[in-house]
């Protein structure tokens, strides 16, 4: 009894992984375009790669083209697991991030005599956790609505309150 309770559950188990994987007719890689950043004047182009149903890797590029942004350019590696979707790579999803990108640094020095302040381009980096929604909208393109917060960990010991970076976004996506 012992063994044939066994044989059912192993056979159930390996059924559950082989339901795992993507099918191949589907289409892995998808490019979006963060519309909200792009009308703030700081286009962001992400890439990303389906592993499985549930999960993905990808990276997100942008650049601060507006002169009254501090921020030059950026990079943000992810890794993304969906939950309580019904397509693969769609629904709800918990993404883990790493970012490093480029800041305009304001530091103020004063002394009895002289008040004075310079700016310098430092490089920032940390790490986050973000929340979000992916929608197929129709057949190859995807909605996409994000938010999370980062904690920096270079350059983080000056007085700037630059020791958190948003990551926020709503997206349109094309797959291929």
Known sequence: MKRTILVIFSLLSISMVSQDTLTKSYPRNEIKINVLYLLLGLPELTYERALNQFSS??????????????????????????????????????????????????????????????????????????LGGKFEVHKVWTAEILWGLGRNF?????????EIYPRIGISIGRRF
């Open 154 to 162: 270079i350059n983080s010991d000056n007085r700037n309150d630059n």
């Open 57 to 130: 890797v990808g990276a997100s590029i942008f650049y601060g083209a507006a002169r009254n942004l501090n921020v030059g350019l950026g990079v943000f590696p992810f890794y993304r697991w969906y939950f309580g979707q019904k397509k693969p790579v769609c629904g709800f999803f918990l993404e883990g991030n790493a970012g490093v990108y480029t800041q305009e640094v304001t530091s103020y020095y004063s002394d009895p005599t002289i008040y004075y302040l310079t700016t310098k381009k430092e490089i920032q980096g940390g790490l986050g956790l973000g």
